[in-house]
């Protein structure tokens, strides 16, 4: 291996929180302690230029380095699984949409291909999403927002997942939660002043009407 692709190497493993012994990467590599130590002072010298509040670190004892600061670790193997075996059973989003979702996942886990389910065609194939079937990932982010910035909204809400019956309420959004495979908001309904759960995958969509008063920050979401 090139000098560029072994220092890429070494960087992608410290980045991920590996811990990295000297005499075996040098080994691995077929380079002396030397060369180990320029590569080391690469990525030091990189991480100081990209003032990313990272460094490396060397543990005299255990004879190994290790890179300090916030640093991204991939999902080891046993929580992707985990994690995939949760998604699919909850059905709790589009089938398109667990699919990308479960793809996102795979680039930041050390797993390489599918699970033990079989394969690709098969999981998808399987796979029986919640009806309706509306996009719920870009709405629960959407909803969050409005609950981090505290608004007021009006949403376009069925009433029944087997009837097109479409109503319009303006509440407070104050929580997202995922409860029996389903996504659900809990809001202020202004028309009673009580708290009350909806069905994410049955909202149509929704406007902002206004920020919520002091009065109601006061009343509803315990602020002084």
């Given at each position: 291996m090139d000098k560029v692709g072994?220092?890429?190497?070494?960087?992608?493993?410290?980045?991920?929180?590996?811990?990295?012994?000297?005499?075996?990467?040098?080994l691995e590599?077929?380079?002396?302690?030397?060369?180990f130590e320029r590569d080391i002072e690469d990525i030091r010298n990189f991480l100081s230029e990209m003032?990313?509040?990272q460094d490396i670190s060397y543990d005299r004892r255990s004879n190994?380095?290790?890179?300090?600061?916030?640093?991204?670790?991939?999902?080891?193997?046993?929580?992707?699984?985990?994690?995939?075996?949760?998604l699919l059973g909850s059905r709790?989003?589009?089938?398109?949409?667990?699919?990308?979702?479960?793809?996102?996942?795979?680039?930041?886990?050390?797993?390489v291909g599918l699970p033990a389910y079989g394969s690709e065609k098969e999981i998808y194939g399987k796979y029986q999403e919640n009806l309706p079937v509306n996009a719920l990932l870009?709405?629960?982010?959407?909803?969050?927002q409005c609950i981090k910035r505290h608004l007021v909204i009006r949403i376009h809400y069925l009433e029944s997942d087997i009837c097109n019956n479409e109503t319009e309420e303006e509440v407070i959004p104050k929580a997202v939660f995922f409860d029996d495979n389903h996504f659900m908001l809990k809001a202020l309904r202004l028309q009673t002043y009580a708290d009350e759960k909806y069905y994410v995958e049955q909202i149509q969509g929704f406007e902002v009407l206004r920020a919520v008063s002091l009065q109601e920050n006061r009343l509803y979401f315990n602020n002084n």
């Amino acid at each position: 291996m090139d000098k560029v692709g072994r220092v890429l190497g070494l960087f992608w493993q410290l980045y991920n929180g590996l811990k990295i012994n000297k005499d075996s990467f040098c080994l691995e590599m077929g380079i002396d302690k030397r060369t180990f130590e320029r590569d080391i002072e690469d990525i030091r010298n990189f991480l100081s230029e990209m003032y990313i509040g990272q460094d490396i670190s060397y543990d005299r004892r255990s004879n190994v380095y290790y890179m300090t600061g916030t640093i991204k670790r991939l999902l080891t193997e046993v929580e992707y699984t985990a994690i995939i075996t949760i998604l699919l059973g909850s059905r709790g989003l589009r089938k398109d949409e667990m699919e990308g979702l479960v793809h996102s996942l795979e680039r930041v886990s050390e797993h390489v291909g599918l699970p033990a389910y079989g394969s690709e065609k098969e999981i998808y194939g399987k796979y029986q999403e919640n009806l309706p079937v509306n996009a719920l990932l870009k709405m629960q982010w959407d909803l969050y927002q409005c609950i981090k910035r505290h608004l007021v909204i009006r949403i376009h809400y069925l009433e029944s997942d087997i009837c097109n019956n479409e109503t319009e309420e303006e509440v407070i959004p104050k929580a997202v939660f995922f409860d029996d495979n389903h996504f659900m908001l809990k809001a202020l309904r202004l028309q009673t002043y009580a708290d009350e759960k909806y069905y994410v995958e049955q909202i149509q969509g929704f406007e902002v009407l206004r920020a919520v008063s002091l009065q109601e920050n006061r009343l509803y979401f315990n602020n002084n």
